[in-house]
């Protein structure tokens, strides 16, 4: 308080940091809401996280539950997840400039991903579920990995701090809210069953997306 009893004025460096920081947001908001690829991908990304991270926490489960797998095939399961996405990264980065109309692959591998769940969740054996998850890590290379080069081409340098920052910030609350979700289902139907419902909403959901996104599709 000041001598005459009146409150301190507010530091003008910070009402310019919050009202810089508001229009910040608002212009990230703006530029994404404009631009029909980058907001195709902001909508797809979760999506695809949301999927991949439920469906691998509900093999995970099944790996004890249903398949009864020792430590040693517990292991090769998570060991697995993440051999797909690198062997998925490598195929990416080895063709280059020759892969052609990239916004495609991104539809092949989001509309694989769902059969193979579905497969996954008829699966008896732990060993016969690794070449699937490797399969599944990979396709989900294919679509991430294309969509975050998209993301980075699309947006100017001078945005990108502010774009990525939204993406991120709506990419890492989905898995989430998705994961309580699944959780509470596999409690109530099992991990087997839902999982193979995962499978088809989730190429449901490829269907749509590759119909109705068509500044993903078209891209090359």
């Keep these: 308080m000041c001598a005459d009893g009146r409150p301190f004025p507010g ?3 910070i009402r310019r940091s919050a009202d810089h920081f508001c229009s910040g947001m608002a212009g990230s908001f703006s530029y994404i809401y404009r631009s029909p690829l980058i907001r195709s991908i902001v909508l797809l990304n979760p999506l695809l996280i949301l999927f991949f991270m439920s469906a691998m926490m509900l093999v995970q489960v099944m790996a004890v539950k249903v398949w009864e797998a020792d430590p040693v095939q517990f292991g090769l399961i998570e060991t697995c997840i993440p051999l797909g996405y690198m062997i998925g990264s490598g195929a990416l980065i080895a063709s ?3 892969m052609k109309r990239r916004g ?3 539809f092949i591998g989001l509309l694989v991903l769902g059969p193979l769940y579905i497969l996954l969740s008829q699966v008896t054996s732990p060993m016969m579920a690794l070449p699937l998850i490797i399969g599944g890590g990979a396709m989900f290379a294919c679509c991430t990995m294309l ?3 998209m993301l980075r081409t699309a947006v100017p340098d001078e945005l990108q701090g502010r774009i990525y920052g939204v993406v991120g910030t709506i990419t890492s609350t989905a898995p989430i ?3 309580t979700v699944v959780s509470v289902m ?3 139907w099992g991990a087997a069953a839902v999982l193979e419902g995962l499978g088809m909403l989730l190429l449901a959901t490829g269907i749509l997306a590759a119909t109705t ?3 993903i599709r078209t891209y090359r």
């Design 96 to 98: 280059g400039k020759r």
């Design 104 to 106: 495609r692959w991104v």
């Design 213 to 215: 996104l068509k500044s």
């Design 186 to 188: 596999a409690d109530q």
């Design 177 to 179: 809210l998705g994961l």
């Design 11 to 13: 530091s003008p460096t």
């Design 147 to 149: 969509t975050q080069i």
